[in-house]
């Protein structure tokens, strides 16, 4: 990228099961206020304002429409991304790239348990042939890993050594939904949901809000002592029928992969990166990213996780914060992970914080089976 | 405060579906492939030239969730950037910017952007009173004519504004219409037939109202070097605004006197360079939902001053062949297909500028308005211009 957009601040709420004594507008504002006082600035220093909802979770058709107030958008530039929470990044950087707005103040959130996963993913199916097979996120993504693991010989027993991992590293990050010690026994005895896909193998449906502040280049420097800049980003969007695609690839992530990494100069990704926060939504999906962004080779992820080369201490640390196996405020996703990732490469991640990081990938994903993918490159900034 | 991008943008195709009430020849990812095909015909160009797509319409409308998931087939996106932007009623100039900051952004050289709706495979009002708060507006919400209908009356007890000059407008629009291959009501009125027709709530009459409509249309954005090579008199945008607002039920004056359009207007002529719009611009697209609308936006939108929406509109001023035309398309009173709508006023605007509008071509048009209503009561506004 000729230009760059700089990170200047981020806040999270606390990531929780049931936040029954604050409304979505209410976590808007949290966040909103927060990251713009802990960063010195107002509402007024804010060009503009991109929101991300859905509003299938908030149950509320034009769900940006109830946060105006709260994130300061009234009388002012604001839109909304209804996908997950990286695309919101890269749009608001998008749009300070234009040259139009000089700053942007990006705020995701989602309520899940104010709404039902089946339904609203069952929604996202062809309405005629798919929808009356009863088809969801998880029941697709059980397919998915199915022909994963089958396709290159992983064994269940990798994935649940993702869940184990996370889970560790969410012990150390005080925003995240959970965070323990499971044994490999407990993962693999865990109730089945959808098989391969056991109950310890998959997110913790999860409410909450993440906010962030974006800046050109000279208002990032202004602004910040210890900018974050987005070197790379870049999203692509796979077939929507599952019978269209081989399940146990992911082609809009290798292309998104490889154009991110273009755009940062980066030609061997495992050297060059020193963390990664990804969207594992279940923990095949830790696995089947990290290959498809050339990580490994193919098959090879599980074998990496085993080496512990995956860990908060290995080579290449992923989900440091937790992941989203530690909290998935599922449309927030996204933004969680570029912030995590901002925040390691600022030295703010406290106990998880992975020494010297001066390179990290973000990647967040939506649709069925990871149909569209986005991945974001940041670097600690001068 | 918005300012000018940082490269040229133009906007050099467009591509609409034949709006009608219900389209049950096609389904939703064939009719948004309809717009697709008769965007890249119009820029004799192939998907493949394409290098993003950007996508919106309202979802709760037809319960489609990620519907720029299942609309990959009919919208090319397979393998490319792809997008969704969602703003209600804006939804259509939300992208039609989107489009704009895509190129913009120096990431991409060309974006085409594509609204939508399908409303006979749901339900407009029931998908509209879900905007409402659960708890305390759900109940007494009623889609969208009741709240125009409290605000109409507001707007003509304050400045003496009658049902006559609002009449005017339906007629003025559905006649244009008949020059718009792709409207979906062309009507020839008298003022006498709308004052006729069905009070839905006063003063707002069937023929005073928006319908609605199944359609779909599609845009290319291209940077500066590919502008030229696809259309040689591309639409330049010179001018992009959004206003966000958040009124509550009681909020009526903020609802006619449209403040986000009135600040969106004045932040958008100060970039372009227009003092004076009824005579600087020669054409301008102004999303109307409703008659009242159009006249109470003429002032917001600084046509006139306020209170004088009605004397503009008796002065044929707006007319077709007045000093600036109003919705030559037909307006949002002849089609409405609310993804689309917005993104239409823009793609009439540079049709108008790219001097491709046929019957509905109002002569020598430099400068062009597009506005977009949405959302609780936002407003977009887009300047194109003939020359960058």
Not at chain 2, 153 to 168: L, P
Request: net charge negative.
């Amino acid at each position: 990228m000729t230009e760059r957009v700089g990170i200047v601040g981020v806040y999270q709420t606390k990531y929780e099961p049931r936040k029954i004594f604050d409304s979505y507008p209410e976590l808007v504002f949290e966040v909103s206020s927060k990251v713009l006082e802990e960063n010195g600035l107002t509402i007024a220093d804010m060009d503009q304002v991109v929101t991300n909802s859905q509003d299938f979770w908030d149950g509320r058709t034009i769900s940006n429409r109830t946060v105006s107030e709260a994130c300061g958008s009234v009388l002012r530039a604001e839109s909304k991304v209804a996908m997950d929470g990286s695309f919101a990044v890269f749009y608001a950087a998008m749009r300070i790239l234009s040259g139009c707005y000089d700053s942007c103040l990006l705020v995701s959130h989602c309520k899940m348990s104010e709404g039902s996963p089946h339904l609203i993913n069952n929604a996202m199916f062809d309405p005629l042939y798919q929808r009356i097979l009863g088809f969801d996120e998880l029941s697709t993504c059980a397919m998915q890993a199915k022909r994963y693991l089958h396709k290159y010989g992983l064994t269940e027993e990798q994935c649940a050594l993702v869940s184990i991992k996370n889970l560790h590293n969410g012990k150390k990050n005080p925003y995240a939904h959970r965070g323990r010690e499971i044994s490999l026994g407990q993962v693999m005895s865990s109730r089945m949901l959808a098989n391969p896909i056991k109950e310890l193998d998959a997110y913790p449906p999860t409410d909450g809000a993440c906010a962030m502040i974006l800046a050109n280049e000279e208002k990032t420097k202004q602004w910040s002592s210890t900018p974050v800049w987005i070197t790379g980003m870049a999203s692509r969007l796979d077939s929507f029928y599952l019978g269209d695609r081989d399940l146990g690839e992911a082609a809009s992530l290798e292309l998104a992969a490889k154009k991110a990494y273009s755009m940062a100069g980066i030609s061997n990704p495992r050297k060059e990166i020193d963390l990664v926060e990804l969207s594992e939504f279940y923990s095949y999906q830790e696995l089947l990213w990290l290959e498809a962004m050339g990580f490994c080779q193919r098959g090879e992820a599980g074998k990496m996780t085993e080496q512990g080369i995956t860990a908060l201490a290995g080579e290449l640390p992923v989900n440091p914060s937790g992941g989203v196996l530690s909290g998935n405020p599922v449309t927030v996703a996204g933004a969680i992970r570029v912030a995590e990732a901002a925040l390691q490469l600022m030295g703010r991640a406290g106990d998880h914080q992975v020494e010297g990081a001066k390179r990290a990938l973000a990647q967040g994903h939506c649709g069925p089976c990871g149909q569209a993918q986005c991945v974001l490159i940041l670097e600690r900034g001068k | 405060m918005a300012r000018r991008a940082k490269r040229n943008v133009a906007i050099v195709a467009t591509g609409q579906t034949d709006h009608r009430s219900k389209r049950p020849d096609v389904n939703i990812v064939e009719m948004i492939n309809e717009a697709v095909r008769r965007c890249l015909a119009d820029a004799q160009m192939t998907i493949e030239e394409i290098d993003a797509v950007v996508i919106g319409n309202m979802e709760h409308f037809e319960g489609i969730f990620f519907t720029e998931m299942w609309s990959v087939d009919g919208t090319g996106s397979f393998l490319k950037h792809g997008m969704k932007v969602t703003t209600g009623g804006t939804t259509g100039t939300s992208l039609a910017l989107a489009g704009y900051y895509h190129v913009a952004s120096g990431l991409f050289d060309t974006v085409m952007t594509i609204g939508w709706e399908k409303q006979s495979e749901g339900e407009t009002t029931a998908g509209l009173i879900f905007q409402a708060d659960p708890l305390w507006e759900r109940a007494t919400m009623s889609g969208a004519i009741g709240s125009f209908a409290a605000s109409a009356t507001a707007y003509m007890h304050k400045y003496g504004i009658t049902e006559e000059q609002a009449a005017k407008v339906a007629v003025k629009n559905r006649k244009n219409a008949f020059n718009n291959p792709h409207a979906h009501l062309r009507m020839e009125l008298t003022v006498e037939q709308v004052l006729q027709s069905k009070m839905l709530a006063y003063p707002i009459k069937m023929l005073d109202m928006c319908p609605t409509s199944d359609g779909a249309c599609a845009m290319i954005f291209a940077s500066e070097d590919k502008a030229k090579k696809i259309y040689q008199n591309p639409a330049w945008v010179v001018a992009g605004v959004t206003r966000h607002d958040q009124p509550f039920g009681g909020d009526l004056e903020m609802v006619m006197n449209l403040r986000t359009l009135r600040s969106a207007t004045e932040e958008a002529y100060q970039i372009a360079g227009i003092k004076e719009p009824l005579r600087d611009l020669d054409v301008a697209e102004l999303y109307e939902p409703c008659t009242f609308a159009e006249l109470s936006w003429y002032e917001a939108a600084g046509f006139c001053g306020p209170g004088e929406g009605g004397k503009l509109m008796d002065s044929g001023a707006t007319h077709m062949d007045g000093e600036l035309p109003v919705n030559p398309s037909g307006g949002v009173l002849s089609t409405n297909c609310i993804g689309a709508t917005a993104m239409i006023r823009v793609a009439e605007a540079a049709i108008q500028v790219m001097g491709k509008g046929g019957k509905r071509q109002v002569p020598n048009v430099n400068r062009a308005l597009a506005t977009g209503f949405g959302g609780s009561w936002w407003s977009d506004v887009m300047i194109l211009s003939r020359t960058p």
